[in-house]
């Protein structure tokens, strides 16, 4: 089977996707995955791009994008306002 292949799990919970899915998922270092299971024993691996509301978000990505924001400036700026809303509400 070329879609399927044994991986093992560190003690860190960890798990490396072969080569050969990054390469056919397209799937670069940094990117996000969505993980999810389906019944017992079955998970499904997503890129983001694939997701529902990653698509709903493209019109937000682009206006940010031409204001010159980049991604990782998004993602700083995301956990800074997550990381103040967290503050007000353990006050």
Known sequence: MQNARMVRVSSKGQVVLPKSFREKMGIDEGDYLLIRTVGKGTMI???????????????????????????????????????????????
């Open 45 to 91: 691996v997503q890129t983001r791009e694939e997701t529902p509301l990653w698509k709903q978000l493209e019109p937000f990505r682009k206006a940010a994008a031409e204001q010159g924001f980049t991604p990782e400036e998004l993602d700083e700026l995301i956990h800074q306002i997550r990381a103040e809303r967290k503050l007000t509400t353990d006050s």
